[in-house]
């Protein structure tokens, strides 16, 4: 019983110690919690990050397959002055079974910001592919919007 007793009380002592150690009161309430108010302030942007099942080069941008709900797919047409310096996209290349994927941007306003793509290093893999011939206007596009 005495061992017990003794281990309760270590604990207890612990567990107080934890409760009162140096946080400002400004920065923390008495459950430890963040109260300043910045968890609770809007964001300037909002990520949507999308499953890219395939890429499609063509001369005049990329052709983005990208999974649409459980079973359907979507299209987006990403134009190539999108990824110029200080564009509205970026193309980031890298390995792995997480590759292909999207983020998309949005601003608060629901204003679409930017994008980053990133895709499989080699291009031989089957989530690329090739768009012979004369796309139209499809990659004459100023916001991407986005299916769901």
Do not use: C
Not at 68 to 78: C, D, M, N, V
Not at 101 to 130: I, P
């Amino acid at each position: 019983m005495a061992i017990v007793a003794v281990i309760m009380i270590a604990t207890a002592q612990a567990a107080y110690a934890q409760g009162t150690t140096g946080t400002p009161a400004s920065a923390a309430s008495s459950n430890g919690l963040d109260t300043s108010g910045s968890i609770r302030m809007e964001a300037d942007q909002y990520p949507v990050r999308l499953d890219v099942t395939r890429v499609y080069i063509h001369t005049q941008g990329y052709k983005v397959v990208y999974r649409k709900g459980a079973a359907s797919f979507a299209e987006a047409y990403i134009p190539t002055s999108w990824f110029s310096s200080g564009g509205k996209a970026m193309l980031v290349y890298g390995r792995g079974p997480q590759y292909p994927y999207m983020f998309a941007y949005y601003n608060a306003d629901g204003s679409f910001s930017h994008l980053k793509l990133y895709v499989l290093r080699n291009l031989r893999d089957s989530t690329w592919g090739v768009i012979e011939g004369d796309a139209g206007d499809k990659f004459k596009v100023e916001t991407l919007k986005l299916e769901f």
